[in-house]
């Protein structure tokens, strides 16, 4: 069936000009609202890597959106643009890309400055299969996951076959120090983000402290997207992250599964809270 599914999404890719061209755009989002709903609705991304030290000209790559869809892109409608604007280009960061098991992670910036990671899909299926029972499943804010912008199919380098390139939220770096660097409250919320994916059906597989990255919460001047405005004013933004292994799951309870129990244990919550 996923194979299935998966063939179905593969999509051509377009060879107009227009299309091809990744001359910098205008911010495209819409102008009453700071959120970047181009990056959900736009047909393709223009990728440009980095200038190369002796300063010619790298290529730029064009991704084409394919299936399925975020699911913020229901709820955000799409900006007006005229015929032919040109495909929003997404400016790749120097910094070395990271390997994973599945797919390797570069980091990227949209025309409005939000901060992407590119997962450039080695093992195709496998990454299809974690946008769709991961990103497109689980419920459009309110859990302290990426935004997901979209799966692409493409390639981030000149050098690369056409694969699937999945687009989301760059949500930070590892919390440096493990679970022991984060306090009570902050472990409870994760735990809390588990057991929320146990009531629908769905485990995270590899819970580990380098499954959470941290970057600074937003301050009063920044804009704060609608899915990830609380009540509260921490002082960082804690994202789960590494769903590679993820999958369906009938959880037994919190007192019986193997996950559940491990990540309560690993996260110290049965010890007295901190004052």
Known sequence: MLLSRTRQALLPLASSSALLSLAPTRNMSSSSSPFPAYLLHAPFLAVQPPTPADGTS???????????????????PAPKNPPGTAPPVLSLSPTAPIQGRI??????????????VLKYGTDLLALMREAEEVYVNLPAGGLPIPTFWGI????????????????????GEPVEDGFEALTWAERQ????????????????GSFSPSSIVARPAPTP??????ISATTEAPARKLTIV?????EWHLCPGVDSCK?????RKALKLDE????
Do not use: W
């Not at 390639?155 to 760059?170: A, F, H, I, R, W």
């Not at 001047?221 to 609608?226: L, R, T, W």
């Not at 590494?242 to 993820?246: C, L, W």
């Open 189 to 204: 919320k994760l735990f809390d983000a588990l057991d929320t994916f146990h009531s629908i059906h769905f485990q995270h």
């Open 272 to 275: 007295p809270e901190e004052a």
């Open 152 to 171: 692409f199919e493409g390639k981030v380098l000149e050098e690369q076959n056409k694969s699937l390139v999945m687009v989301m939220e760059d949500c």
């Open 259 to 263: 996950e559940l129990v491990e990540a």
């Open 242 to 246: 590494g769903f590679s292994q993820a």
């Open 221 to 226: 001047s920044e804009p704060v997207s609608p």
């Open 58 to 76: 790298a290529p730029g790559q064009l991704l084409q959106r394919t299936l399925p869809p975020a699911p913020l892109y229901y709820t955000h």
């Open 103 to 116: 797919s390797t992670v570069y980091r990227a910036t949209a025309p409005t400055g939000e901060k992407l």
